[in-house]
């Protein structure tokens, strides 16, 4: 399609090269519009790992919102690629020389691909490299995602060098942020819409309806969308918000003003209803530190009167969607609240405070703050009853058990047994059970499988920190031993489950108030990445955002982008990556680093 251009006279070779790249930058644009509303049912057999750590029961993995958008990703990304790389090829034969002055820095170029190919190799070089590609199920963030993340970067960069191309790429978030407030308005109505029959059908292949019948989704109020988590959604929201406010504050006509901060009020309420704190605190902040900046740098009296309109004009909006769509129930400032502190588990006093768990030589050994006991197995067979076990204390006196609970200072704690399983209810959320086999008790875990030890936390007198944003605390401080083997390649995409030390029942029972579920992800973009592609290629990464950083507070007047930019790499630090979200992150972060000498084409 490009070499047409070949036929246009010498004195305007280069207008036809401009339109190639125009039409290009409007096909992106129209894709990203389309991208993060793209869902359809797939369903797939698991195996390995992942049979072993999520299906061990249901033997199938399902998915709406993830797999979809993640294949058409790579197929756009490749086409994508190739017609930059036409783009490229033109601009050669019409100019006679390569185009290196429309390339990326070479740091930033360096810091990119170095990123990508320890991803590559801590694919190729893993035990679980059969997740490389597409990620595992709960993400579906594989090399074919990072790939597209990266391409999209690039076009970011040479497909928006152009003024033009960069007012297109703006409508294009206007019209995205529309559809994502009408979308919103509508769940927080309706619920989330793939609960309604006829769309469910509507989406779903006829040889897999027979598995609608245990899919229902439920997010407790809060808004997901087709982002497949609410924290995702509301991360997305925190890239669109600061930008779309950015637009009202430099717009000069008053009309245009008010519909750019009405969809960045609109923005801003979908952040509340995701439930996100993450996403609202990188909201706020992003969207505080433009205004100041901008009443920094520009006349200040009239940016204060502007910065007062764009808050009263947001917070209206918020206000009147709240009211047309929830109508007082649920309403915005609950929902704010819980936004605001978003607590995980709150232990109550009718709790045994369990400080450490294990079994040794098959006898369970408990120390809890009242008091430590001990349990073994007095008979064999598969209809034990309570009187087949023996309880005792530190020193070594029996404790008795009365209506199904222990006695004395362990009186809060209730034994149950069914068969050769003994449950303790411990007063948390979930009991804590253990299997009895040939005298001995094996910990059961979160997937049915008998451990002879429960795993212990490696780093010790760390403890407090473990509540810390609704239990991430716990997650990242487990995971440093892992990272002692991550310094230059990772354990590969989709390995964090794997080796993440699961199962360490104390900590879990205090952080979750249950031990009986898997830790799947960080809950943080740069610890997955650490993990999965070594810290390494994090530090690479880190470096291309830091030079964001770098330019934005450099400029006299930062692209609305930078703010956007900022925003979502903040929620990166409690939020995963993920595919539904990232790919628009990349797109504006390459359009972002443009230095502001390039030529522009």
Same mark, same amino acid.
């Given at each position: ?20 790249? %125009?039409?290009?930058?409007?096909v ?8 993060p ?15 072993? $750590?999520?299906?061990? &029961?249901?033997?199938?993995?399902? @998915? ?12 756009f ?33 360096g810091a ?10 801590? #694919? ?14 709960i ?33 294009? *978030? ?19 819409? /793939?609960?309604? =029959?006829? !769309? ?12 609608l ?18 924290g ?10 600061p ?15 008010? !519909? ?6 609109g ?7 995701s ?19 901008r009443?920094? &740098? ?38 704010? =609240? ?8 709150? %232990? ?6 369990v ?7 098959g ?14 197995v ?8 309570l009187?087949?076990?023996? +309880? ?12 199904? %609970? ?6 809060? *704690? &209730? ?8 449950? +303790? @209810? ?16 094996? $910990? ?13 936390? #490696? ?23 892992v990272?002692?083997d ?6 590969? *995409?989709?390995a964090?489950?794997?080796?993440y ?29 650490? #993990?999965s592609s ?9 470096y ?6 770098? &330019? ?7 692209? #609305? ?6 925003a979502? !790499?903040?929620?990166?630090l ?8 990232a790919p628009? /992150? ?12 390039? @030529?522009?084409?």
């Amino acid at each position: 399609m490009g070499f047409c251009f070949l036929k246009i006279y010498k004195g305007e070779e280069m207008k036809g090269l401009k339109v190639y790249y %125009r039409i290009m930058a409007g096909v992106t644009v129209f894709f990203m519009i389309w991208y993060p509303f793209l869902t359809y049912f797939h369903a797939e057999k698991p195996s390995g790992m992942e049979l072993r $750590y999520f299906a061990k &029961k249901s033997k199938v993995l399902v @998915d709406m919102f993830l797999y979809q958008k993640e294949k058409m990703l790579f197929i756009f990304a490749i086409f994508l690629l190739l017609a930059m790389v036409t783009g490229g090829m033109l601009f050669y034969v019409l100019k006679e020389e390569i185009p290196f002055r429309f390339c990326l820095q070479k740091k930033i170029f360096g810091a990119v691909s170095v990123y990508f190919l320890l991803n590559v190799f801590s #694919v190729l070089l893993s035990s679980y490299k059969e997740y490389g590609v597409m990620g595992l199920h709960i993400d579906y963030e594989g090399l074919a995602a990072i790939f597209g993340y990266m391409v999209l970067f690039a076009a970011g960069y040479f497909l928006f060098q152009n003024e033009k191309n960069r007012v297109l790429l703006k409508a294009g *978030i206007k019209i995205l942020a529309f559809f994502i407030i009408l979308g919103t308005a509508l769940e927080m109505k309706y619920g989330p819409l /793939f609960n309604i =029959e006829w !769309i469910q059908k509507l989406l779903t292949p006829d040889h897999y309806e027979h598995l609608l019948e245990h899919l229902y989704l439920d997010y407790h109020g809060s808004v997901s969308l087709t982002f497949a988590n609410p924290g995702f959604f509301g991360g997305f929201c925190a890239l669109l918000f600061p930008i779309l406010l950015g637009m009202g504050i430099q717009e000069e006509k008053r009309g245009k003003r008010w !519909i750019n901060t009405g969809l960045a009020g609109g923005m801003f309420f979908c952040i509340l209803m995701s439930g996100s704190s993450g996403a609202l605190y990188a909201g706020l902040l992003a969207a505080f530190f433009q205004i100041f900046f901008r009443i920094k &740098k520009e006349n200040w009296k009239r940016r204060i009167g502007l910065a007062g309109e764009m808050v009263l004009l947001l917070f209206l909006f918020s206000a009147a969607l709240q009211f047309l769509v929830l109508h007082g129930q649920n309403n915005i400032w609950k929902k704010t =609240e819980s936004s605001l502190v978003n607590t995980q588990y709150t %232990r109550n006093e009718s709790v045994f405070a369990v400080e450490k768990i294990q079994l040794q030589q098959g006898k369970l050994k408990v120390w809890g703050e009242e008091g430590n006991f001990t349990t073994e197995v007095l008979s064999e067979g598969s209809d034990l009853h309570l009187q087949d076990f023996m +309880f005792t204390d530190d020193r070594g006196e029996q404790i008795e058990t009365e209506s199904g %609970r222990l006695t004395g200072d362990f009186k809060k *704690i &209730k034994a149950e047994v069914m068969g050769q399983i003994l449950s +303790f @209810d411990f007063g948390y959320q979930e009991p804590v059970e253990f299997y009895a086999e040939s005298g001995k008790l094996y $910990y059961i875990d979160f997937n049915g499988s008998l451990l002879q030890k429960i795993p212990q936390p #490696v780093m010790r007198g760390l403890e407090r920190f473990y509540p810390l944003f609704t239990g991430r605390g716990y997650i990242w401080i487990s995971s440093i031993p892992v990272l002692m083997d991550t310094m230059l390649l990772g354990k590969g *995409i989709g390995a964090f489950p794997f080796v993440y030390p699961q199962s360490e029942v104390a900590g879990m029972l205090n952080v979750h108030g249950s031990a009986d579920y898997c830790i799947e992800q960080a809950h943080s973009w740069y610890l997955q990445t650490a #993990v999965s592609s070594g810290i390494l290629s994090l530090f690479c990464m880190l470096y291309v955002f830091f030079t964001a950083f770098k &330019k934005g507070i450099k400029e006299k007047k930062p692209d #609305v982008f930078f703010w956007g930019i900022m925003a979502y !790499i903040i929620t990166g630090l409690v939020n995963n990556s993920n595919v539904a979200a990232a790919p628009f /992150f990349w797109l504006l972060l390459g359009c972002f680093l443009v230095p502001e000498k390039t @030529d522009r084409i």
